[in-house]
């Protein structure tokens, strides 16, 4: 264990050893917020309460420590997962992001639900494509998690399954052929202008490990989401509860606009809504308004609006002592606590 040098004192990283593939080693990096004063010191409230993992999107990595620290007052034990070949656990000479199928996830999913506890079932909280991991993992493995709490998932195409039927088959074949090589090169900027403190956002974070206009696809990636939104699609509804947060708007297009700011620039959310109604009987559907693609990311009041949201179906859905003291950080709520730049970590590394 070592302290995080993404989001600092407070936060202990654990490697997790991976195997090997054709690109070399792969490890996965599990984050954990540790217990301080400002934590519920009430060993009954922790205890009722469901840890929370979080799951970064595709071309991501874990970073919202305001948030975490705001779960963490709650009294949730609070820890984060960055996939192989992504953010903390990318290694050189790897291709970013690449995985050839959605399963072989399963393998550092595991490995962190052991390490936070096998009686201690957390509560997924997941973005984008990690919503879509998320979803299934909890498809095939019931009885692991209290809970998916998914924060615009990738979980359909854009326009609905016959875009995904329609695309899956050609996209299936240039992945045998190119597997690792981009299908696709680096994407738009858009999400980045409208968030990002470089492009006046409100939100610092490591461009090198979440860039501007994403990585390269690698064909085999967008292939394994096409085959994991198929999968989850053909699957019964999940049996736990369900919470679904995203824009109440979409607004895709080559050119940058002011609207982009408010809306999500990446997913059609009219899609993804309809795909969520079936994830379970218990799903909890809400559009944010004014959200980005990332809610948790977006301007103040949105955020603000999203962080009640969950609040709210994380009190109703496993519901606990009391919390002492929490409306003292109410105010936060819409104020992101920024990662710390390069130049202010740097005396630490």
């Keep these: 264990m070592s302290t995080d040098s993404l989001l600092g004192q407070g936060y202990e990283t654990h490697r997790i050893d991976l195997g090997a593939d054709d690109e070399g080693p792969l490890v996965a990096?599990?984050?954990?917020?540790?217990?301080?004063?400002?934590?519920?010191t009430?060993?009954?409230?922790?205890?009722?309460?469901?840890?929370?993992?979080?799951?970064?999107?595709?071309?991501?990595?874990?970073?919202?420590?305001?948030?975490?620290?705001?779960l963490g007052?709650?009294?949730?034990?609070?820890?984060?997962?960055?996939?192989?070949?992504?953010?903390?656990?990318?290694?050189?000479?790897?291709?970013?992001?690449?995985?050839?199928?959605?399963?072989?996830?399963?393998?550092e999913l595991g490995a962190s639900l052991r390490i936070i506890g096998r009686e201690r079932p957390p509560v997924l909280l997941a973005h984008s494509t990690g919503g879509l991991t998320a979803a299934l993992w909890a498809q095939r493995n019931p009885g692991t998690v209290r809970?998916?709490?998914?924060?615009?998932?990738?979980?359909?195409?854009?326009?609905?399954?016959?875009?995904r039927a329609l695309a899956?088959?050609?996209?299936?074949?240039?992945?045998?052929?190119?597997?690792?090589?981009?299908?696709?090169?680096?994407?738009?900027?858009?999400?980045?202008?409208?968030?990002?403190?470089?492009?006046?956002?409100?939100?610092?974070?490591?461009?090198?490990?979440?860039?501007?206009?994403?990585?390269?696809?690698?064909?085999?990636?967008?292939?394994?989401?096409?085959?994991?939104?198929?999968?989850?699609?053909?699957?019964?509804?999940?049996?736990?509860?369900?919470l679904v947060l995203h824009s109440d708007r979409t607004r895709i297009g080559a050119r940058f606009s002011e609207e982009m700011r408010r809306s999500d620039s990446v997913l059609d959310v009219r899609s993804l809504a309809t795909a969520a109604a079936a994830l379970s009987p218990r799903?909890?559907?809400?559009?944010?308004?004014?959200?980005?693609?990332?809610?948790?990311?977006?301007?103040?009041?949105?955020?603000?609006?999203?962080?009640?949201?969950?609040?709210?179906?994380?009190?109703?859905?496993?519901?606990?002592a009391p919390i002492m003291g929490a409306s003292d950080h109410a105010e936060d709520l819409g104020r992101p606590v920024p990662v710390p730049s390069g130049e202010e970590l740097a005396d630490d590394r």
């Excluded at 007052?73 to 959605?102: C, F, M, N, Y």
């Excluded at 680096?186 to 492009?199: E, L, Y």
């Design 29 to 40: 990096t599990l984050i954990h917020r540790e217990a301080t004063s400002a934590t519920t």
């Design 42 to 70: 009430d060993a009954a409230t922790d205890a009722e309460r469901p840890p929370i993992l979080l799951m970064h999107g595709w071309s991501d990595y874990v970073l919202d420590r305001g948030l975490m620290e705001h």
């Design 73 to 107: 007052r709650r009294g949730h034990d609070v820890w984060g997962l960055d996939l192989r070949k992504h953010g903390r656990s990318l290694l050189p000479g790897q291709t970013a992001t690449e995985i050839d199928h959605l399963n072989r996830y399963d393998a």
């Design 147 to 163: 809970g998916l709490a998914l924060n615009s998932p990738w979980i359909e195409m854009h326009l609905g399954p016959v875009t």
């Design 168 to 242: 899956e088959a050609p996209v299936r074949m240039l992945a045998k052929r190119w597997g690792q090589r981009p299908i696709l090169r680096t994407g738009s900027d858009h999400v980045a202008r409208a968030s990002h403190r470089d492009f006046g956002g409100a939100y610092d974070y490591d461009l090198a490990l979440k860039p501007p206009g994403g990585h390269p696809f690698p064909a085999s990636t967008l292939h394994a989401i096409i085959d994991g939104q198929r999968r989850l699609a053909a699957a019964g509804p999940l049996a736990i509860p369900v």
């Design 283 to 320: 799903a909890r559907i809400e559009a944010v308004p004014g959200a980005r693609h990332d809610v948790f990311l977006s301007d103040a009041d949105a955020r603000a609006r999203a962080i009640g949201i969950l609040d709210d179906w994380l009190e109703t859905s496993f519901p606990g």
